[in-house]
């Protein structure tokens, strides 16, 4: 009975928090943007990477992308974030890092890639606060979430004809999310106590994608992702002043689905090695089972990104500014979860980026910009605002070819 009390006390002080930090509150509970991963290249210029051909590109989600002469390409990429939230009593910030992703792949015939990436698919990370949120007990709140959902890719990618590639690829899921509320209480008189909350996931699904270069100039590209059923198990940890009274593990039904993923691209080539782009992504998530929140609350999020990008002729007598690439870029976004007042809030971002070639314009490194607006203080109660700074490496090598000696 006394556990019921404090599991019944303790939910029901969760909805009176105002946030303290997080990097996306508006999801309710941490889970933050569906993001499809893209790597520092299509970060610079508006998420566009379907449709926008590059030798040396590892597209984390479309090994279709895997193109060009036969070397063993290495991508991974890095973010550092800067958050600040605001909401009618206060505004925070925070800082994080996080590894973007990382990919390989290997050619294995004429054209042919085989390869395996791993990235960040939704993600979870906040801290809320409350001083005499308890009526019956004086007493400073905190409720904390971190974690979220990683996906994997195993891929083949194969040429169909001269101008179109297509990649093939299953999609194993995995993660963990925690979340914790703890309750400090300012009298003596009563105990600290708290509950922790761990769920650990994994699933698999399949992927397709293709490219379609034309010759005049002209670029389409597709990714289809299927949805995947996850199965959780869930423990359950709660505590008073410091002791476990109780810790049970189940399996839960009505885990962390995810939805079907399309995305859809087209680009031109301009004048002067210039391309510009533009990309559609749909995600339908009202749709799916969620073990925290239910689908009344969950809406279809779409995405369209416009790109542009400059990749000028480089000889080795060029100065050193001629052999960069620039690339600029915008998206709009759609959350997928509906705010405090049963508003979807939409991401709006400025992107920008530049890529330095190395190892003899083999290989190169990507820096991109990102400036995000997200929320409005009259509709959801509070505004998020964040700056991304993102770093990407691609590397091309022959591996495994001896030196051929001369007579």
């Known amino acids: 009975m006394k556990h019921t009390l404090l599991l019944t006390v303790l939910v ?4 009176t928090f105002k946030p303290a930090f997080a990097e996306s509150a508006l999801s309710s509970l941490g889970y933050g943007l569906p993001v499809s991963t893209a790597n520092a290249r299509a ?5 566009v990477s379907l449709a926008m051909p590059d030798t040396l590109r590892i597209n984390y989600l479309s ?14 990429g890095i973010d550092m974030i800067h958050t600040r939230l605001e909401d009618d009593f206060a505004a925070d910030g925070n800082d994080m890092s996080r590894l973007n992703g990382l990919a390989l792949a290997i050619p294995i015939g004429k054209g042919r890639f085989a390869g395996f990436a791993i990235s960040p698919y939704t993600r979870m ?4 606060t409350s001083s005499g949120a308890n009526p019956l007990i004086p007493s400073d709140v905190t409720e904390w979430g971190r974690g979220g959902i990683s996906q994997g890719i195993v891929a083949f990618s194969t040429p169909i004809k001269h101008e179109f590639r297509l990649g093939i690829s299953i999609r194993p899921v995995f993660g963990q999310l925690d979340r914790r509320w703890l309750e400090n209480p300012s009298d003596a008189t009563y105990k600290p106590s708290g509950i922790k909350i761990v769920d650990r996931m994994n699933g698999v699904g399949w992927g397709l994608s293709g490219q379609w270069n034309q010759p005049a100039g002209w670029c389409a ?11 959780v198990q869930r423990q359950t940890t709660v505590s008073v002043d410091n002791t476990v009274r109780n810790d049970d593990k189940k399996d839960i039904s009505g885990g962390y ?10 680009s031109r080539m301009l004048f002067n090695n210039q391309r510009a782009g533009i990309e559609f992504a749909y995600q339908g998530w009202s749709a799916v089972d969620n073990a925290i929140i239910s689908k009344s609350e969950l809406a279809d999020a779409m995405r369209l990104g416009f790109g542009w990008e400059l990749s000028p002729e480089y000889n080795p007598f060029d100065p050193f500014y001629e052999a960069l690439t620039y690339r600029a870029g915008c998206y709009m976004q759609d959350h997928y979860v509906l705010g405090i007042n049963n508003n979807q809030s939409r991401k709006v971002a400025l992107t920008g980026g530049i890529s ?25 109660e509070i505004s998020e605002r964040t700056v991304t700074i993102s770093i990407g490496f691609n590397h091309s090598q022959q591996w495994f070819i001896g030196r051929r000696e001369g007579n």
Do not use: N
């Open 12 to 15: 029901s002080m969760v909805i």
């Open 43 to 47: 970060a610079g210029m508006g998420l």
């Open 63 to 76: 090994p279709a992308s895997w193109e060009g002469p036969a070397t063993t390409r290495f991508g991974f």
């Open 125 to 128: 990370r906040y801290r809320w």
């Open 221 to 231: 590209g597709f990714s289809l992702l299927s949805p995947v059923s996850i199965k």
């Open 257 to 266: 689905d995810l939805p079907w993923d399309v995305s859809l691209g087209i």
């Open 356 to 380: 330095v070639p190395y190892f003899e314009l083999k290989s190169r490194i990507d820096i991109a910009l990102e400036i995000g607006w997200m929320g409005d203080r009259g509709k959801d």
